[in-house]
Every structure is written in C-alpha cells, then in structure tokens.
C-alpha cells in the first residue's frame, strides 16, 4: 500500500513537473485573449450582450466579434467593407469558386496549410478526411494553393432528390408498386396522363415535367442539367464529361420526346414545376403525378422524434389531405443498359470560409483561429448543441432519442441568433448532428441514399464566366426544341458540335487539368 | 438702379466697387447658405475623389490612391462588353416604353378627371390615386412579387378560374417589361397627374362657355378647348421626360427582378450596382456610373435649354 | 343629351375601377394578413375566409419591430427638421436675382444631382467622421435634396417681391424677412416638404444597410426586408436549413411598415397637394 502510494506520489511529482514544463512557455500564449473577426450567415443580427455568444466565448477564453451584415445582401455588403479595407479574419464566401478567385485575385485571403489544419483543427480535419481523403488537395484551390474550406452538407449531399409519386392516383390506375424499370415506368407516366387519374372527366393531367425528367435521364447514366439545374460534370473513367453532350443523352431524349408527342409530359415543363421560391408547384397542384422536386426532409412524413415540417408535403396536405398521406416513394427506373439514378446535390457545397491575409503574419493567431472553430463546430456533438442552443439543461437538452432539442417552443432561428446561437457561431455543420433513428430507417428504407447522381466538378473554370450563359442558353434550347419535336433527333449532334465549338471544348479541357484523378 | 455720389462728386458705378460689395451686401444670405453649402461640400463634393478610380485598378489592400493608374482602360472595355451594351439597351427600350405608355397616362387621367361633375369624387379619387407614390418600392416589391406570384397570387387565381394558364409574370422575359412599366403607371399615374390638374384648374370657364355656343360637343371640348390649353405643359414635361431618358428606376427594377428576366430587365444602374458590388469590379463599374452621369447631365441641361427657349420655363 | 349622360356613367365607372386597382394591392395584403394561417391561399377570395391577428401577434413577438419603429421614428424627425431648416437656408438666397454668384452656386449645388463619389467613399467618410452606426449617418448626407431645394425655390421666387420689400424698407434684415414674411405665405410648400422627407426617411433602407451595424439600431425597413426576402436567401444559406416565413407574416410585417403612411395619408394630402403644384409649375 505504502509503496503504492510512494509510487503515485512520484508519478504525481513527474507529471506535474514535465505538464509545468510543457506549460511554462505557452502560458503567456494561453493568456493572452485573441480578438477573432468573424462572418457569419444570421437570421437575425446578434445584439451586443449576446448570451450563447459570451458563454462560448469565456469557454474558449477568445473574444469573437461577429460582423452584422444583412443576409439578403450578404455579398454587397460584405464586398463593400473589404472594399474599405476591413477583412475579417473569417471571411465567408457564399458565391464559391467565383467569390473566393475575386478575394484570392484582391489579396485579401491568406494561403492555407493542411498541416496546420491537421494540428490545430484536427476533428475538422479528420471530418473533411472521411468526405474524401484527399480534399486539401481537391477543393478550395485556387490556382493550386488552397485558400478556402468549403462546408459539407451531410443531410443533403448523402441522399438523392425525391422521386415520388402520387399514391392516390397509383392506386387507382391498379399499381400496386411503384416502377422499378424504365418500362414500368413509362406504364404509369402514360397511365397518369390518360388514365384521368383525378377522376373529374377532363384530360388535364400529364405523367410528369421538366424535374421529373431526371430520372429518366439517370436510366441512361448521365445527367444534363439545366438553367436552374447545376448539374454538369461526371467523371468517366477518370476524366471529366460533360453530361449534355454524352451520345447516351440522345437515346433519353428520343423516349422524351415520344412522351412528349404522346401527350404525357406537361406541355408547360418548358417553364419549369418551379415557380420562384415554391417548389414542385405542378405536383402539388395535380397537374403531373410524378416529380423529382425536392429532397427527403421536403417530403418525409411525421415520424417519431422529427421536428421541422416537411416544406412540399405540408404544402400538398393544404390542398388535398388524402395526396398527401398516401405519396409513394420509389427508385430511379433501371434503364436498358441496367443504369439509374436521380439527381443528388454535392456533398461539398459552393459555400466557403477564408482567411484574412493578415492571419499570414500571426501564426499564433491562425492557430487560436482554427482551434476555435474546430473546437465550437466540430469537437462534439453536445458541444455545437451548446453553441447552437446555449446551455445544456436551461436552454436546451436531450430528448428520449438522444438528439439535442430546445427546450423553449417559441425557440426561433432569429431568436436565438440575436443571442449569438444558431449559425452565429456554428459556421460549419458538422455530421455529429443526429436524425432521429426513425428517420433514418425511412431513408434507409426508400434507399435515398443509393443511386444519387453528383456533379463531380470541383473546381474554378476560369473561362466559365465567358462561356457559360450562351452554352446554356444553346443546351436549353437544343434539349427542349429535341423533346418538343420541333427539331428532329438528329438536331442532337448538331448541338454537340456546336457546343463544343463555342467554347465548350475549352471548358472540358479546363475542368481536366488540374490534378484531377 | 439707385446712384451714389463719391467724394469727388464723381458717380460711383457698379464697375468700381470692389468685386465683393455685393458679397458685402447680402452677407446675411451669404450666411443663411452656410449651412446646407457645407453639408453638400462634405457629403457629396468630399467622396468625389473616388470618381478616380474609374481610371484606375482599385486594389482593396492599396485603397484608392495607391491604386495603379490604368488610364482609359475600363472604359474601353465597357464598350466591349456585351453585358453593359445590354444594360444600355434594355435601359432605352424600358424608357422608351414608359415614355409611349406612362406618360400619356396621367394626362389621360386629369383630362378624365377634369370631366366628373360631382366634386367630393373627383377628391377621392385624387386622394386614392397619389396612395402608390408613397410607398417605397421596396414594399411594393414585396406587394407584386406576392400579387403576381402563380401559385398563390390573385392575378393567377384569376386567369385559371377563367380556365387559362398561370402566367410567372416576374421570371418570364417576354412579360417582365409589361409589368415594369404597367407596375410604374399604376404608381406615377395620379401623382404625375397633378401638375395638368392645376393646368386645367386654370383655364379660364368662359372659353368653355363659348365652345358650347359654337355647339361644340362635349368631346370636341375635351379635345381642343382642354387638351389645347394643356399644350405647353405637355411640351415642358415631355422635353423633361425625354432628357431622363437614360436615367432607370433603380428601387424598382432591383425589387422586382429575378434572374431569368436578367436578359430583358437588366438595366445600367442595377448591373452597375452587380458588377461592381457583387462581383467587385469596382473600377468598372465606377467608369459606367460616370458615362451615365455625364450623358445625363448633359441630356439634362440640354432638356432646359429647350424648355427655357420654347417656354421660359426651367428647372433652373 | 343622353350620349352625355351614358358618357358620364362611362366615367364614374371608369373612375372606380382606376380606384378599385389602386386600392387591391393594399387591400390583398391586407387580407393577407388578417387571415387564419392554416387557411389555403390558393384560391382567390376578396374576404378572408377566417380572421385571425395571430400574424401581427407573431410578428411583433419577434420584438424587432417595435424597436424598428422607434429607430425609424428618431430617424424620421431628425431628418425633417435637418432636411426644412437647410433645405430653406439655402433655397431662399437661391431665389433672389441679386445673390452674388448665383451662377456659380446654383451649378455647385446641381452638380451634386448627377456626381456622386460612389459607395465606397461614401462609406469611408461616414467611418472618418465617426458616424458609423449612428443616426447621424442616416440623416446628414440627406440633409439636402436638390430636387426637393430647386421646387421650394422656385416656390420663393413666385412670393411677389413687394411684401419683402416693404419689410426691408421697415429694417428687416434677410433672416427676419425669411421668418416674418417669406415662410408664413409658405406654409404649402413646407407642409410638401415635410411630407417628401418624411417619407423618404421613412422608406429609406439601403443606407441602413449599409451604415448601422448594432442590432438595437436597426430601422424598420431593415426588419421588414428581412421578413418579406427570407426566403430568397435560401441559396445564401449554404449548407444550413432553409428560412422562409409564411405569407401571412409577411403581409402582416408589410401591413406594419406602410400601416402609419396609409393611416396619415389621407389628413395631410390636401396640404401638399397645394404646395406640389406651386412649387411645379412657377418658374
């Protein structure tokens, strides 16, 4: 027993005297309290006794000073203030590659070390790692050198869009299931458009519009995208193609276009089922009875421990109850080469964060910087919740699943944003946020999560800005006077040509240049 | 002019006074001017400065005087650059529209007005029709983008319980420019109408009086003895109109616009405000803003010119 | 006689229905604004099919609206009294043939109308004056609008000549002159003037935007921007959750803003109308 004691007594004496060392020289460092800048996406400006935010603040010993910029014109206001010569040390950057070339261009961003990163922020690190394990050599460069670190949306990037049909109408065309193969497929959307599925006399339903068109697309393995479609690139056996032009892409518009003359695309698919911010308009008002609008938590029924309101079911349940509580999820149709897939935004967002310049001449302070955000966003779950919400057991806690909820039912982004909660400071959303187990099984169930096609463009084309309004402009036209019928098939590789000509072989030089493998 | 006899029994002329005795004189106006002379000079003459970077390449981290000087280079890319000859385009063709549209209306309207009898309606609809001037566009924004929008908006509910289809009035190029002049009519029409209101409040009864001697039908009367008084005003506020010409309604378009409209409705002031706030050509966008005031101004004084000669009236 | 009258009947229809599309914005709003939230707006309706306030009761909840309405009142009320006692200052002297240098001034001051040095300056110079989220930044670059100044001269310059003459005969100075006599005969023109600033400060957002930075400062435009545009800075919200408010809390946050001017409105029109016109047509 003694010489137990004796024992942790030395060990004791050890490590206090080699923790003494390590800390003598870093203590006046652990002193001093950095001032970090910051930009933010807020629902509502922070007030100057923000609550969350001194709490945070105290924990991290670090001051934040969180810029109030307007959110509906974030960009104006935040280039406006560089413009004067004020840069934050955290500089958000809503507009991707563009914003981040103009603000690299300016020499307002300080060039990036993974290393350092990989020290001083190292759940970030090993975050970005698992989305790919190379990403400080892929995303965020410009010219080569990373200046910006993109946020990941792991709620949306992991699952494909919607594709859901109306079940109401399913069920009474005598489909019990919905389609698996582009065949069955076509059998509902014709069902759809003759069958008058709404059962009031008149032929005014179609099978589907412009969104819905994804998965047929997806049945030949490729997807083109459109105006309000980012969509672009795949990469094919390493090297990047453009999605439009693939010769695949005739034999999909030759199944539209026959739809088309048959009467069951949605004449107005031209026009889009988006009409500004609403969305999936044409479904919800029964005009289609399929659609690619949307993604999971748009549709997803109320299920145990989910919160939020599914926007596009709650807006169909105002105009038809019984559409709404009989929607039916499927798969993206096999198509004839055994090829399916609907559209899936990209994990990696076109948001990023940069770094003042003036950072370059305080490592100290680069550090505390990303130490800070490492430590608010991605350290732990409980400890976002607690940057998100503020304190555990007053403000918020967790519930019968384990998910961190308020604990207020008049909580509001806006409300707790004036606090310094919300976005103010959890500027990055780590994939520590949990769904509830319910959800997750729903997901799991529909295969949301197989199949998704992503644009595998991760780069700046500096020649996009010359090219890409007039490229598109010839795409659009060329894929809707194809499925129109005013322009014969054939039309398509006129297009091709033509596309390739004007600029678009530049752009897929460009998109394969740099280290892409 | 009244004389003073100098000491030398010589007449004292203005030539001979020192060139500030009238600065003497009127001191006290001098004085009264201070004031809001100063706050132009701090507020509008002291950023003048930045009008330089139109020939220069502003570089944040050096300010605007440290930038290198690029000479005439932006603006010669303004004219190469298909967007701002756009910009220019869709400014004239919207102009020109309010000019053939928006500005008849109101005189339409006061000639009308002019004809109800019953006075305590013609105030109403006075009163009713100045409403729109005072609400800024960026509530009016709000107001039509909600009005027009085809899911939920009156206008559409309207046309698909007549059995048509839903028009997105805002985001579809061949309707935009209908609605930015019809949206700036509705709001200028009764406000605008007030100065041919007074002009026709003026013009004398008996003229009227004798027109109906003449057996001139009502309409007749409308046409020559109103409209003809009307004339000169007319002439005054079209030459006016016609001087602004290049110069858009920046609250309104910013507030109404959607990006796929961009094509038709982008105008110089809002890509001004795009290319140089959002995408930070800064330099760029301060070379347009500059060959657009100076056109203006120029259009302007040349507008008062006209006006003075034809009908001794001017702005200034 | 009867084409007359049928043409009469014409008029007054024609008058109400001009009246009847002024008037539905605001009152489409309106409604909007009163109706029950669950209720379907997809359908057109002139009446709300059921009344609830729970609109206005959430959107003055948020708590920013009240402020906002104070800010903006402050804002208001300095901005006239800066806005009349300059704007008359400098256009009375304007108005006289005999000011030393008119020329030169009137080009001074119609300069301003077409130059500016662009929002980057601009902003710099409210920072180095230390203006920067005050109310002062708000109002003292707008302390004068020429347009506004060139009207109210040219209201002056019409005031017959004799009465000042008289008065300086009597040993009136210009200031006493401009207090006793000039701005008794003006009070039109003044009453239009103070409606334009009112207004004007009242709708005023951008330079809000731009200037003032604490959120206990911020203006009710402001507020209501953030309301009204929520949902289209979806694509600004990057990798979080979307969002938007419901229409109704919209038209009621709306309703709030414009609530004072449509309310004041009617009282004071007859007055402006009269100086409008003076003030236009003189010259």
């Given at each position: 027993m003694k010489r137990y004691l004796a024992g942790t007594f030395i060990f004791a004496v050890a490590v206090s005297v080699l923790a003494g060392c390590v800390k003598t020289p870093t203590a006046s460092n652990q002193d001093e309290r950095y001032t970090i800048s910051w930009t933010a996406w807020q629902a509502s400006p922070i007030e100057s006794d923000a609550r969350i935010k001194k709490m945070i603040e105290d924990k991290l010993n670090v001051n934040i000073d969180i810029w109030n910029i307007e959110p509906t014109r974030f960009e104006e206001l935040l280039n406006l203030r560089l413009a004067s010569g004020e840069v934050p040390d955290v500089i958000r950057i809503p507009q991707g590659y563009a914003g981040l070339n103009n603000i690299v261009a300016q020499g307002l961003a300080a060039k990036l070390d993974e290393d350092m990163i990989k020290k001083h922020a190292p759940n970030l690190y090993q975050e970005y790692m698992e989305c790919d394990n190379n990403f400080f050599k892929k995303y965020g460069l410009i010219d080569g050198d990373l200046y910006g670190i993109p946020l990941l949306q792991w709620i949306r990037g992991k699952y494909h869009q919607a594709v859901v049909y109306r079940g109401d109408w399913m069920k009474k065309l005598g489909f019990d299931k919905t389609p698996e193969t582009l065949q069955e497929f076509e059998e509902v959307m014709y069902a759809f458009a003759k069958g008058d599925p709404d059962g009031n006399g008149k032929n005014d339903t179609y099978g589907l519009s412009n969104i819905g068109m994804d998965v047929v697309y997806g049945a030949f393995g490729y997807l083109p995208g459109s105006k309000d479609r980012e969509i672009k690139w795949k990469n094919k056996d390493g090297q990047l193609v453009y999605n439009?032009?693939?010769?695949e892409m005739k034999d999909a518009l030759r199944v539209l276009a026959k739809w088309y003359a048959d009467g069951v695309i949605d004449p107005e698919f031209v026009t889009g089922e988006k009409v500004g911010a609403q969305m999936a308009v044409s479904f919800i008002n029964g005009r289609i009875g399929f659609t690619c609008e949307g993604r999971w938590f748009d549709w997803v029924p109320e299920l145990p421990g989910r919160k939020e309101v599914a926007k596009l079911r709650t807006g169909l349940e105002k105009i038809d109850k019984n559409a709404a509580d009989s929607l039916m999820f499927g798969v993206p149709p096999v198509g004839p080469a055994g090829k399916s897939g609907a559209l899936q935004e990209k994990l990696v967002t076109d948001v990023m964060y940069a770094f003042s310049v003036d950072l370059k001449a305080d490592a100290k302070k680069m550090e505390k910087v990303f130490s800070v955000i490492d430590k608010i966003c991605f350290e732990s779950y409980e400890g976002a919740l607690e940057a998100w919400f503020g304190e555990k057991g007053v403000d918020w806690d967790y519930d019968e699943l384990g998910i961190g909820d308020s604990l207020?039912?008049?909580?509001t982004p806006a409300n707790a944003s004036k606090l310094g909660g919300h976005t103010q400071l959890v500027i990055f959303k780590s994939n520590k946020w949990k769904e509830p187990p319910a959800v997750m099984e729903w997901l799991k169930k529909y295969k949301w999560d197989e199949n998704g096609i992503t644009d595998d463009l991760y780069m700046y084309l500096p020649s996009s800005p010359k090219y890409k309004v007039d490229l598109q402009k010839l795409e659009d036209d060329a894929y809707i006077s194809i499925i129109t019928g005013k322009k014969p098939i054939d039309y398509f590789d006129t297009f091709v040509s033509q596309w390739r000509k004007e600029g678009g072989d530049i752009l897929t030089q460009e998109a394969n240049r740099g280290g892409n493998n | 002019m009244r004389q003073r006899i100098g000491a030398a029994g010589r007449i004292i002329t203005p030539r001979d006074r020192p060139w500030y005795y009238n600065h003497k004189k009127h001191k006290n106006l001098l004085l009264m001017m201070l004031p809001g002379l100063l706050s132009l000079f701090v507020f509008s003459y002291l950023p003048m400065y930045g009008m330089q970077i139109a020939f220069r390449d502003f570089i944040f981290k050096l300010g605007i005087w440290q930038s290198p000087w690029v000479g005439l280079k932006h603006f010669r890319d303004l004219f190469e650059s298909a967007h701002f000859l756009n910009a220019f385009k869709n400014t004239l063709v919207i102009s020109g529209l309010q000019l053939v549209f928006g500005f008849p209306a109101p005189i339409i309207f006061a000639v009308l007005l002019n004809e109800i009898r019953v006075l305590k309606f013609k105030k109403l609809v006075q009163t009713i029709s100045y409403l729109p001037h005072f609400i800024s566009w960026a509530v009016l924004g709000g107001m039509f983008i909600q009005l027009l929008s085809p899911s939920v908006g009156p206008v559409n509910l309207l046309l698909k319980t007549m059995g048509m289809q839903p028009i997105y009035f805002l985001a579809e190029p061949s309707w935009f420019r209908t609605v930015i002049v019809s949206t700036h009519i509705w709001q200028t029409i009764g406000w605008n109408s007030i100065v041919y209101i007074a002009a026709i409040t003026n013009i004398d009864a008996e003229l009227y009086e004798a027109g109906k001697i003449d057996g001139a039908t009502r309409f007749q009367q409308i046409f020559y003895i109103t409209l003809g008084a009307l004339m000169p005003v007319i002439t005054i506020m079209l030459i006016f109109a016609v001087g602004k010409i290049i110069n858009d309604n920046f609250d309104q378009i910013f507030n109404l616009m959607t990006s796929p409209v961009e094509s038709v409705g982008e105008v110089l002031s809002t890509y001004s405000y795009k290319i140089g706030l959002v995408k930070m050509q800064y330099s760029f966008s301060t070379a347009m803003g500059l060959f657009k005031n100076v056109i203006s101004l120029l259009l302007i004084l040349f507008a008062n010119r006209v006006a003075k000669k034809i009908n001794d009236y001017g702005l200034w | 006689m009867k084409r007359i009258h049928f043409f009469d009947i014409f008029l007054f229809a024609l008058m109400i229905f001009i009246c009847l599309i002024m008037v539905y914005p605001f009152w489409n709003l309106f409604m909007n604004s009163i109706t029950?939230?669950?209720?379907?707006?997809?359908v057109l309706r002139l009446f709300p099919e059921r009344v609830s306030l729970s609109s206005y009761v959430k959107a003055i909840e948020s708590g920013d609206i009240g402020r906002g309405y104070l800010n903006t009142i402050v804002r208001t009320v300095l901005g006239i009294g800066l806005n009349l006692i300059l704007t008359v200052t400098l256009a009375y002297p304007l108005s006289k043939k005999h000011l030393p240098n008119k020329a030169f001034i009137t080009g001074f001051v119609v300069f301003t109308m077409y130059f500016n040095g662009g929002v980057v300056p601009n902003y710099l110079l409210i920072r180095s004056l230390g203006l920067y989220d005050t109310v002062w930044a708000l109002v003292l670059p707008h302390a004068v609008n020429v347009f506004h100044l060139i009207i109210v001269r040219n209201f002056f310059i019409s005031i017959p000549y004799s009465l000042e003459e008289s008065a300086m005969i009597d040993g009136c100075n210009e200031f006493q002159i401009l207090t006793r006599i000039v701005l008794p005969l003006s009070k039109s023109i003044m009453a239009t003037l103070l409606l334009w600033a009112a207004v004007f400060h009242w709708n005023a957002w951008f330079d809000a935007m731009i200037y003032i930075k604490s959120s206990e400062k911020q203006v009710l435009q402001t507020i209501m921007r953030r309301v009204v545009l929520g949902s289209m800075s979806g694509s600004a919200n990057g990798a979080f959750e979307e969002l938007v408010n419901p229409e109704n809390i919209k038209a009621a946050t709306i309703m709030l803003t414009v609530g004072p001017i449509i309310v004041v409105y009617p009282f004071i029109q007859r007055y402006f109308i009269k100086g409008q016109l003076a003030g236009a047509i003189k010259g």
């Open positions: 439009a032009i693939q010769p207020d039912d008049k909580w | - | 029950a939230p669950d209720v379907n707006m997809s």
